[in-house]
């Protein structure tokens, strides 16, 4: 492996109901093959990816409710602990709304090749997420070590906030992964306007994917949104900052390159250098 260079796939995943969980895993398990394929080193799959296992017909006939996805978690920790295993990738799993306590998370599961397990739960809430599904919100930012170096994972809306990400990259984080649920074009294009802001801030790359297709749950019934490796805006990257992207709304993998070497030439030679031009006189900067 080239440690300057890492190639990324994001994963449009489309939600539709599933009659039980191994239809879910097989489903899971053809991207991470499909991404393993093209030799992804990290594969990012959507936030609330395991919202479709709220469409599993029940005994009792009521709906699943967002605190039945926790009975899910043992099961959806070994499929992936098992795929990273198997096609030697790094897998931030989507997000799964998991217990700890008396208390629900929504927390990104990135699941190593060699069998670690970091999560990194939500930091910002949306609406939803406070009421009626009583999400609790996480209290930290992880940073993760790899062999090229080191990435955050901002949860959707955790991307909307410019102070989360300068953290990111002043902790040393050259790539933001950013897992994503959204059910309008708004909402989707919101997300995808502040991960371009982000990249061209922190100078960093982006990677961002969304759950795609209809789910037959409630606050999940629509999904709108596409992968994208997103690159800050100068001359050694694309004029519109965007290096691969899918179609919309359509389930398919997005595969590209991510040169960690020309990040760095970039930052020290680039047209302008919105990181290190920063103005600690006038407001407090991180870093």
């Not at 599933?18 to 030799?39: I, K, L, R, S, T």
């Not at 899918?246 to 390159?257: D, K, R, S």
């Amino acid at each position: 492996m080239n440690p300057d260079r890492i190639r990324v796939a994001g994963v449009q995943h489309g939600m539709r109901a599933v009659a039980g969980f191994d239809e879910f895993a097989a489903q899971c398990a053809h991207h991470a093959a499909a991404a393993g394929e093209w030799n992804a080193d990290i594969v990012v799959f959507p936030e609330f990816l395991t919202t479709q296992l709220m469409s599993i017909p029940r005994a009792d006939g009521r709906p699943a409710g967002i605190g039945d996805l926790a009975q899910h978690t043992e099961a959806y920790r070994a499929l992936f602990t098992g795929l990273a295993a198997r096609h030697r990738q790094t897998i931030v799993a989507g997000t799964h709304v998991h217990a700890r306590g008396n208390k629900l998370y929504n927390g990104a599961h990135v699941f190593f090749p060699d069998g670690r397990v970091v999560v990194q739960d939500k930091l910002h809430l949306t609406p939803t997420e406070v009421s009626p599904w009583a999400i609790t919100p996480g209290e930290r930012l992880e940073i993760l070590e790899f062999p090229w170096g080191k990435a955050a994972v901002l949860i959707c809306y955790d991307v909307e906030f410019p102070e989360l990400a300068r953290q990111a990259r002043a902790r040393g984080a050259d790539v933001l992964l950013v897992p994503s649920c959204t059910d309008d074009r708004q909402g989707f294009h919101r997300v995808r306007h502040c991960c371009h802001a982000r990249a061209i801030e922190d100078q960093i790359y982006v990677v961002t994917t969304h759950t795609v297709g209809n789910l037959p749950v409630e606050w999940m019934r629509g999904n709108v949104g596409n992968a994208a490796v997103i690159t800050p805006c100068d001359v050694q990257f694309p004029p519109g900052g965007v290096q691969a992207q899918g179609e919309l709304n359509i389930e398919q993998i997005v595969v590209a390159e991510l040169d960690l070497a020309l990040l760095r030439r970039a930052r020290d030679g680039g047209s302008v250098r919105t990181w290190q031009d920063r103005r600690a006189d006038l407001y407090p900067v991180l870093g």
